[in-house]
């Protein structure tokens, strides 16, 4: 996603979620309201869940392999400097150099595809593919070939212009449901309202509003507007205004949506880290842990090899032999 407009997010709860009342709420807009309340209590106690899950399978990942995923990063690194001087000797034909490009290409992106590292300047250097693009003065419009052509390409702005209203509309939406996501003043003068203890005669109805509106207080004072959300959803009796609930019920269905869609990143995004457990895990990780040994041996003696060009020349031959591009 990219998701790359941050996410509206209410700020943490102070106190566990109170148990609904048995009774139904009065009017379908109370109803929607505590249901979207509870929804998104839900979903951020799953983001929580994944989040510390996620974090400790990174840690316990790197424990393990760690260290020999970086001995492997360190012996690719290696390669670098004898593949490159070997282009500036005048030994290699032609062939030979541009193969020598190929593995010196191969070898960045298998270090940035699989370990994340930054081989920007490597593949801009011998990818031209991944070079950016020079800056170009815009090219003159040129008619259609064809009515079809000219269809296909109004089609495509008309789509673009939609996409951007569409586009204009999320964010307005957003900042609306922020602005009113981030309003505690509001949530706090309607709960005072109905819960201020000096307008109870009943000593223990106002003791028991007296230990509420504390609460109340110090949420507000904490600017914790979704404790404030879970206070109003607890009021059954003298409901605040059904427009009112309406509005903070929309506003926390795009809470949902943002919530589902940092979960869907966490889960699948690039910078997720998800796999088995258990058993299974840690048969993966001893399995991993070989081979990333094995590679950082095998790359130490090619290291040794492409050191002399003659060497060098005959692991090329291994290469193309065996239909790789790359070590």
Known sequence: MNLHNPAIDLPAAQHVPVKQPAEAPSSPAQQAFR????DVESLRQRLRDLKAEQADARRRYWQQVGPLAQTVVAARRALYQPLEEALLLGYFNRGEERQIVEVIVGNARSLQDRFGEDEAEILQKYDPATKPPRPTQPEPATEP???EEAARQ???TRKTKAERAAEAAAQQAREE??????NTKTVYRQLARVNHPDLERDPERAAAKTTRMQRITEAYEANDLYTLLQLLAEDSAEAPDDNL????????????TELKQQLNELKYGANGFSGSTGKKQEAELRQLK???RAEAEYLAH???IIAEPAGLRDALKDLASAEHDTF
Request: glycine share 2%; proline share 0%.
């Open 177 to 182: 449901q922020q602005r009113l996501l981030s």
């Open 154 to 156: 109004a089609k495509a």
């Open 245 to 256: 609930l309406a509005r903070y019920t929309q506003a926390l269905q795009q809470q949902q």
């Open 290 to 292: 070989r081979h990333l």
């Open 35 to 38: 249901q979207a309340v509870q």
């Open 145 to 147: 070939s064809s009515h």
């Open 302 to 304: 090619v290291a040794g």
